[in-house]
């Protein structure tokens, strides 16, 4: 039973292919769709409810778009110009793409994409958007990333509850996004807000 939830978990993604698509997102809701769609495949093969031929490549892809997705949302969350970076989203993807394919491991990964990612918003500081700590959704974000990365890891050190986890950890990820962007949103209109109180003061 486990099996079908794994699976079928990835239609969470679609919530956010839609919100990204009507925000004009374009293509942050095309990886979004392309990541849900391979992980999809590959849990479908490796549950064993379709065997898949070629399910090798759909494992592969589904990782390296999974870490990939996590670094253009750290882009997108933090610098203005992140739509400009094209040659470092490209970089970026080759390089997802050979850590899995060399099998490195999520404890390779993760650190080379926060060392990575430090590195580009250091050279594009002037670009970056303002941490602002009093917004609701910045908190949200902290605590569903946390819970998110935890049931990531446990399901990998835990084999009998692994798609349970591994199920919670695509519900959690793929809806993140919409949370990100309510987060910029209202940080765009909260200098507004202020200043209204400001003059009815």
């Not at 509850?161 to 996004?177: D, K, Q, V």
Request: aromatic letters at 18%; charged letters at 10%; proline letters at 2%.
């Amino acid at each position: 039973m486990s099996e079908y939830f794994v699976v079928m978990s990835n239609i969470s993604s679609i919530p956010s292919i839609i919100y990204y698509k009507w925000r004009d997102e374009n293509f942050l809701s095309m990886q979004i769709f392309l990541t849900s769609i391979f992980s999809l495949i590959h849990h479908l093969d490796q549950s064993r409810l379709y065997i898949i031929d070629g399910s090798s490549y759909f494992g592969l892809m589904d990782a390296a778009y999974a870490y990939w997705l996590i670094y253009l949302f750290i882009m997108y969350l933090l610098l203005e110009n992140h739509n400009e970076l094209v040659i470092t989203r490209s970089c970026m993807f080759t390089l997802m793409i050979g850590f899995q394919y060399f099998n490195l491991g999520i404890y390779c990964i993760l650190p080379t994409i926060g060392i990575i990612s430090s590195y580009i918003l250091y050279i594009n500081k002037e670009y970056l958007n303002p941490i602002i700590f009093h917004n609701k959704y910045f908190y949200s974000i902290l605590t569903l990333s946390s819970i998110d990365i935890i049931c990531y890891v446990v399901a990998y050190k835990n084999i009998i509850y692994y798609n349970y986890y591994h199920s919670i950890h695509h519900l959690i990820a793929f809806n993140i996004p919409i949370i990100v962007n309510k987060y910029k949103i209202s940080n765009s209109i909260l200098p507004i807000l202020e200043l209204e109180q400001t003059l009815q003061q």
